[in-house]
């Protein structure tokens, strides 16, 4: 019924830059809280960027003052403005969405497929 796209990611240079959108779409009454998570091979998938409907911000320390999370409520995307991108940036990035199919209903989590972003020289 609901499904997340991802698009904008591939392969950039250290020190480029990347632009990742989501859009969420079919059975949706609203969408509370969207967000990026990253899972780097061998290793567990952590939250990147969180943004509320309201549009309060949350960052992994590790990306803060390089990463910007924003959304367009009317298209149902989130975006995520990658700078300043790192090799240890390099990892499958999911889009992540709180929503409700129904005002009755209690929300749930839904996940992109996952892009991949590889930043290497």
């Known amino acids: 019924q609901v499904q997340l796209v991802e698009s904008g990611g591939g392969l950039v240079q250290p020190g480029g830059s990347l632009r990742l959108s989501c859009a969420a779409s079919g059975s949706i009454f609203s969408i509370n809280t969207m967000g990026w998570y990253r899972q780097a091979p061998g290793k567990q998938r952590e939250l990147v960027a969180a943004?509320?409907?309201?549009?309060?911000?949350n960052y992994a320390d590790s990306v803060k003052g390089r990463f910007t999370i924003s959304r367009d409520n009317a298209k149902n995307t989130v975006y995520l403005q990658m700078n300043s991108l790192k090799p240890e940036d390099t990892a499958v990035y999911y889009c992540?969405?709180?929503?409700?199919?129904?005002?009755?209903?209690?929300?749930?989590?839904?996940w992109g497929q996952g892009t991949q972003v590889t930043v290497s020289s």
């Open positions: 992540n969405a709180d929503i409700k199919n129904n005002p009755f209903r209690a929300p749930r989590d839904y």
């Open positions: 943004i509320t409907s309201g549009g309060i911000t």
